[in-house]
């Protein structure tokens, strides 16, 4: 049995019923569930429709997402998650890049280092090098005045966690963000890059080994192990191609408003939903949604 999930941008919520319903009887799916009124629906199908793709493709002009997976264990035990343009809205490095006064060279940088076209350790080597002289105090400045949470995040961790899961966050960006923003949010644990300082000025250089995509592979295996659970029982999430390797390993992996190279290479993919789609795709309904951490 598959679950198939319709998915709209929950900002605003444009899911017609009369195309779900359309949808469930070309396939012979059973009873529709409403998961959020006008935003999210789903209903089970015997087996994988021959039509998916093309039915996609018709749906992301109605900017409706479309996800179909095997029902049995979608509901996930873990959260394995990027944190740059997933769990918050910006690049850090673009953005500590531009009170440097090379933002535009480094965003061009970011860009074809996350979607494929540059090797990531060292893409972020020569970014990281064009930082050297920045006042260290500037990171927490960043962090107040630039960086804000992805819509759906705070519901998501709070869910998942409340449900009994474990949240972590993998990132090749930097630990003084990724400690800060794991706290904001809830997660259990955080892994990453270490930018480096002396004496209160960043010295263009970051600890070795970097944190790349190997890294969030091991992550996710050293993770479960230690928990005991099946990578299986993991939904991870991220953009960028550095997070293609974990993301193909996780029982299921989301690319969310991912770079087109990225997201070609996932099944699951959220274009117009925000992070609640991840609870949507386990079946959990809004009403199930638990409050935020304070």
Not at 85 to 103: F, N, Y
Not at 227 to 248: F, R
Request: hydrophobic share 45%; aromatic share 4%; net charge negative.
């Amino acid at each position: 049995m598959f679950a198939v999930t319709l998915l709209t941008d929950p900002a605003a919520p444009s899911l017609d019923p009369a195309l779900a319903e359309s949808l469930r009887n070309a396939w012979g799916g059973g009873a529709l569930r409403w998961l959020a009124r006008d935003e999210a629906v789903e209903f089970t199908v015997p087996e994988r429709p021959g039509n998916l793709w093309e039915v996609w493709a018709d749906l992301q002009r109605m900017k409706t997402d479309l996800v179909v997976q095997p029902d049995a264990g979608r509901r996930k035990r873990m959260l394995l998650a990027d944190m740059d343009s997933t769990m918050i809205q910006q690049e850090c490095i673009d953005e500590l890049a531009d009170v440097a006064g090379v933002g535009e060279h480094v965003k061009q940088i970011t860009a074809r280092s996350m979607n494929g076209e540059l090797e990531f350790e060292g893409a972020l080597t020569e970014r990281v090098a064009l930082l050297k002289g920045l006042p260290e105090s500037v990171i927490a400045d960043v962090l107040a005045k630039r960086i804000t949470l992805m819509p759906g995040g705070p519901e998501l961790l709070a869910t998942m966690r409340g449900n009994g899961g474990h949240a972590a966050l993998v990132s090749g960006g930097f630990t003084a963000f990724t400690q800060v923003i794991a706290g904001k949010l809830g997660f259990d644990e955080h892994r990453a890059n270490t930018l480096l300082a002396r004496d209160g000025v960043l010295v263009g250089e970051v600890a070795l080994p970097i944190l790349g995509r190997q890294a969030k592979v091991e992550a996710l295996e050293q993770i479960t192990a230690r928990l005991g659970i099946a990578e299986a029982d993991v939904i991870a999430v991220g953009d960028g191609a550095n997070d293609l390797g974990m993301l193909h390993r996780a029982g299921t992996g989301v690319a969310l408003h991912a770079k087109p190279a990225v997201a070609a290479e996932c099944d699951v993919r959220i274009n117009f939903g925000d992070l609640t789609a991840l609870l949507y795709i386990q079946g959990y309904a809004r009403a199930d949604f638990l409050a935020p951490i304070d």
